[in-house]
């Protein structure tokens, strides 16, 4: 009987607690900004279980109430319609409804400053150091009396050492207003290893004089000390930096480079300047874009789909290009120019007449979409990683069909010597056609990769036909690798000129840089032979 009657008594005290956990959301409708600060403050006072996500849905503008009945809800996603909406009592999900049928609770500047704090303070207990650190960070933003306190009581428990690191750099922060020098000149030991901006400025104060002549910092062995610092941070800074173009141009290369791979193929192998080649890349960005209204529940993994996609839909039109057109125009490069840019201007015609002239734009999946925060000065953007890694998986199947298929082998007969490939039985039609279709479906597959870095128009094969073929021409005529390095090579040196000289002279210095390469060495960086090789 007396453990019925405990069971009893703990269970109306947490329906008690839910109650007034109730009646403190559903105040907040009607409540003005001061009150609301004051409201949330009660609210993290229950101690209940939910008020750290509720919080941080109301942070985050994703707190809201029905209109019909006026109950408060999370919102999953903001300004998603249907909303998805969460219980904020047991945080499961509560079913959908239309935008329009919600109100949101909102907030202001101060609201938000007071509830990122709340959530901060929340979020240093928490079991997960992704969370904390991020507590920690968030804290050392409006570092006060309180907030060191806890720091200081953190710092004596956590055990992971990026947490640790924080804190530590959180305390030294606050000791640079220590009255004695000796902590303060500790402080900026400890802090010149930061790479963060907040503490370069910080430190770079005490060092500047203000409009009387003084130092903010009285101690001149702890403003030298600054000054080393603050130069120690701004080299490691610039270091980075120049680490983050490098890459970006590696990933702009990577584009460059997954589209000259498929021209390498029918113009350094086959011998055909096809200027269509960025309309096939085009093609293979809408169809990334169909696939993806075609599975509007299934962003994640509507580009893996898309890719094979891609390469079948640009593939089949490579080949119906080359049946229909091309094969009449072998040994006449200049008139399979002129042929190609036609079929370049129908399809993008067609191609408004389907889709209209306007842009469209690609939904990133959540995986590919954020950044890899190495350090305070260094973040890289998944999209432009994952860019890379897939032109190198791209580039390696390309490799082992031409070098270790039966396809490969005859592409590679056919390309050395057509007459006696013939001779040998080998159906070059059928190999032309095939070789055509690959190099086509390379370039809808690049097409992808694409449409995750821009939005997908009609113009945007145009915008990278030039810049491949320079790739082309740069790294060897018809040599993937050549395809490979050129680009990559183009990519970085354009994003480090960008800086001095802007994104149009850049392109310019890069082609006569380019045209005096070629000067000196005409086939390229890889020269390979070829059939073009072999007719002239």
């Known amino acids: 009987m007396l453990a019925l ?41 229950t101690g209940h279980s939910s008020v750290r996500a509720v919080l ?22 903001a300004d998603a319609d ?42 240093l207990s928490s079991p997960d150091a992704a969370v ?106 610039t270091f980075y930096s120049g680490f983050e173009t490098l890459f970006f141009g590696l990933s702009l290369g990577s584009v460059l480079a997954l589209i000259a791979i498929g021209l390498a193929i029918t113009f350094g192998v086959m011998g055909v300047i096809n200027m269509a080649h960025g309309e096939l890349m085009m093609l293979g960005a809408y169809t990334t874009y169909v696939v993806q209204t075609a599975m509007p529940g299934h962003i994640e993994t509507s580009i893996l789909v898309a890719i094979p996609a891609a390469f079948i839909v640009a593939g089949l039109a490579g080949v119906i290009l080359e049946r229909t057109i091309i094969r009449f125009l072998y040994g006449r490069p200049l008139e399979t120019l002129l042929a190609t840019f036609g079929v370049s201007l129908i399809l993008q015609q067609g191609v408004r007449s389907i889709f209209t002239a306007l842009n469209r734009q690609v939904k990133t999946p959540s995986w590919m979409s954020g950044t890899l925060q190495l350090n305070d000065a260094l973040a890289i953007t998944y999209n432009h990683l994952y860019t890379v890694i ?70 945007l094969g145009q915008s990278y036909i030039i810049d491949s073929f320079l790739v082309v021409v740069f790294g060897g005529v018809g040599n993937l690798w050549g395809s490979l390095i050129g680009g990559m090579s183009m990519g970085i040196v354009n994003k480090l000129l960008e800086p001095y000289s802007g994104a149009v002279l850049a392109k310019i210095f890069v082609l006569v840089a380019l045209i005096l390469f070629i000067q000196t060495r005409p086939s390229g960086l890889f020269p390979q032979s070829g059939r073009a090789a072999e007719d002239k």
């Open 390 to 459: 897939f032109t190198l998986i791209v580039f390696a199947i390309t490799m082992v069909v031409l070098k270790s298929t039966r396809l490969g082998l005859d592409i590679r007969a056919v390309s050395q010597n057509r007459t006696m490939a013939k001779a040998m039985g080998i159906r070059t039609e059928w190999v032309d056609a095939m070789t055509f279709g690959l190099g086509s479906g390379i370039a809808g597959v690049a097409g992808v990769a694409l449409s995750q870095l821009t939005n997908v128009g009609p113009n």
């Open 5 to 45: 009657l405990g069971v009893d008594a703990v269970h109306a005290q947490a329906q008690s607690k839910d109650d007034s956990f109730l009646s403190l959301l559903g105040q907040l409708r009607e409540a003005s900004y001061s009150d609301k600060a004051d409201i949330a403050e009660r609210l993290s006072q």
């Open 82 to 123: 249907p909303a998805d909406l969460i219980d904020p009592l047991s945080l499961k999900s509560a079913g959908t409804a239309p935008a329009d049928s919600l109100s949101k609770i909102g907030t202001n500047n101060a609201l938000r400053k007071m509830l990122r704090t709340t959530v901060a303070h929340f979020g």
């Open 56 to 77: 941080t849905a109301f942070l985050e503008d994703r707190l809201c109430y029905r209109n019909d009945n006026q109950k408060v809800f999370i919102e999953k996603a």
């Open 132 to 237: 904390r650190l991020d507590a920690v960070k968030e804290m050392l933003r409006s570092l006060d009396e309180s907030n060191v306190a806890m720091l200081r009581e953190r710092a004596g428990v956590e055990k992971d050492s990026s947490v640790k690191k924080e804190i530590a750099t959180g305390l030294a922060l606050a000791a640079l207003d220590d009255t004695d020098a000796q902590s303060r000149l500790a402080a900026v030991g400890t802090l010149k290893y930061s790479l963060s901006q907040n503490v370069r400025n910080r430190l770079a104060l005490l060092f500047d004089k203000s409009s009387d002549g003084t130092y903010a910092e009285s101690d001149e062995n702890v403003r030298k000390a600054a000054e080393s610092a603050v130069k120690s941070i701004d080299r490691w800074r």
